[in-house]
């Protein structure tokens, strides 16, 4: 069953209403599971709308109202419904236009992230360093200790929380299994810095780097600086090597407004702007697509998971240039961009085959967005 929070915009002034619709003015909400509200009547609004830290509301805006196409837009939602897709939301300056839920989920439903949790580990890393805990640039085996790794003992200091954060420590990836992050499975095949190679151990190591940093634990620190200061709920769950996060597909719509807001949630800056810039930007020129744990779009050239191979072009060419985005295996997505307003997500199985990351739905997902919004 298919549950929906879908806003139109109404042809005529009257209607008949039922127990789940609001009609407010001109414009007819279907509310099913979830509570939102409709802007005030002056037509005011701020640049950007941050919900309550605390319940369930949240504003909404019409696509009628932002001139939308609306024939395109129901192509949309019918491609995201046929994909194997859980959650959909778009966002437009802060307030929902579009939250559609499928396969028996609603907005309770709590979603594995994947990889797309990569970005909450980059910006709890960020916090961190302007507590004065650590700098990106310390040698990790200061808070991991020497011997994390099979490395000789000065391959290994070699390796930086920057190194870490970037996917550029060196390490073997020709290794049978890159998710192991026990000494042994991590071996020396390029100097820190000199390679891009995705390589999850190296990664989640960065949660026991905060681990050792802060005076909680990683899991407190995130909890305490980022998730509570914006309403996000979820958890970390261990699995396997993997501590994977599970929230609501609107507390990954939360992450993203911050994201678009440049990590100020309502005036409240959580992570240092230049942090945040570097994030959000090239880290590095071997794989100029990628920032600190971020995709990035509009660059001359990407590389992708699992692969040595660099392509000439952008990551996803049906874009524009400023999208930024975490993305995770099975096509978890949390986009954002800045020049529309924009926040996408998406949570759910596997489109097509399952990657870790980027994948041609991102490419034709984007193409129908935007004759949605042009």
Not at 176 to 185: A, F, I, Q, V
Not at 345 to 365: K, N, V
Request: glycine share 6%.
């Amino acid at each position: 069953m298919m549950r929906y929070l879908y806003f139109l915009l109404l042809i005529s002034l009257s209607c008949s209403t039922t127990d789940n619709e609001i009609i407010t003015n001109d414009t007819i909400i279907i509310t099913d599971d979830t509570i939102a509200e409709e802007p005030d009547d002056t037509g005011e609004t701020n640049n950007l709308y941050f919900p309550p830290i605390t319940g369930d509301t949240w504003e909404v805006t019409g696509p009628s109202t932002l001139n939308w196409n609306l024939a395109a837009l129901q192509d949309l939602t019918d491609y995201v419904a046929e994909n194997n897709s859980n959650a959909f939301i778009i966002l437009k300056d802060g307030k929902i236009v579009v939250e559609n839920y499928y396969q028996d989920t609603d907005a309770t439903t709590s979603h594995r992230w994947n990889s797309a949790a990569k970005t909450l580990t980059a910006y709890t890393v960020g916090i961190a360093q302007q507590e004065g805990y650590l700098s990106i640039n310390d040698a990790s085996s200061n808070y991991l200790g020497t011997g994390w790794t099979t490395m000789t003992p000065e391959q290994e200091a070699a390796v930086t929380i920057r190194n870490q954060l970037t996917m550029t420590s060196g390490g073997d990836y020709t290794v049978d299994d890159t998710n192991c992050s026990d000494p042994e499975c991590l071996l020396y095949l390029n100097d820190a810095g000199a390679e891009w190679y995705y390589h999850n151990a190296f990664y989640t190591l960065l949660q026991d780097v905060v681990t050792a940093a802060v005076p909680d634990d990683f899991n407190t620190y995130y909890d305490n600086k980022l998730k509570s200061q914006t309403g996000m709920t979820g958890a970390w769950v261990p699995f396997g090597y993997f501590r994977l996060y599970f929230s609501t597909a609107r507390s990954m719509a939360r992450f993203g407004l911050l994201t678009l807001n440049e990590g100020n949630w309502d005036g409240n800056q959580l992570i240092d702007a230049s942090y945040f810039t570097e994030m959000t930007t090239p880290s590095q020129d071997i794989n100029e697509a990628y920032g600190y744990l971020w995709w990035l779009n509009g660059q001359d050239s990407y590389r992708l998971p699992s692969t040595t191979t660099t392509f000439t072009g952008k990551l996803i060419p049906t874009a524009p240039d400023d999208l930024i985005a975490g993305l995770g295996k099975d096509d978890q997505k949390v986009y954002v961009l800045p020049s529309e307003g924009l926040v996408v997500i998406r949570l759910g199985d596997a489109t097509e085959e399952s990657l870790l990351g980027p994948s041609g739905f991102d490419t034709d997902l984007w193409e129908k967005i935007m004759t949605v919004i042009q």
